[in-house]
């Protein structure tokens, strides 16, 4: 048990947890750990997008979770984003992103979804 999601994915990334991984493989870890988490200056969403895919066995996580850092910041630049939110499902070993997007964008598929309540929003853009 992680207090702090931080640590848990630098555990993940670091070289002992690769020296288990090298000595008895990689094991199942039931866990969603939030990677990268950055805002755009739009104020609703009205569209999610998502991507998934497999992280390689021999993957160096460290590298990947810093590039999905650039990635998500990167797209919360784009105009019309509300948030950019990635992490590492370690059970199957996949990485998801989600988009957060004020408009649909070609190209880019999204699913429609309800307002979100903004409540927690301010909060959230200061952690």
């Known amino acids: 048990m992680w207090r702090d999601t931080g640590a848990a994915a630098d ?4 070289s002992g947890f690769q020296a288990v991984v090298d000595s008895f493989g990689r094991p199942r ?5 939030a990677w990268a988490v950055s805002f755009g200056t739009a104020i609703t969403s009205r569209f999610l997008a998502d ?13 990947l979770r810093a590039r999905e850092v650039a990635r998500g910041r ?6 019309d984003v509300l948030a950019s ?4 499902d370690a059970g199957t070993w996949r ?3 989600f ?15 309800a307002p979100l309540a ?10």
Request: net charge negative.
């Open 74 to 79: 990167e797209i919360a630049g784009q105009r």
């Open 11 to 14: 555990f993940l990334g670091s």
């Open 118 to 127: 903004a409540p927690g929003l301010a909060a959230a853009r200061r952690l």
């Open 29 to 33: 870890i039931d866990v969603w750990l």
């Open 51 to 63: 991507e998934t895919r497999l992280i390689a066995t021999d993957a160096d996580l460290e590298s």
């Open 99 to 113: 988009t957060l997007r004020a408009a649909p964008v070609a190209d880019i598929s999204a699913a429609a979804i």
């Open 95 to 97: 990485l998801t992103r």
């Open 85 to 88: 939110a990635s992490g590492l």
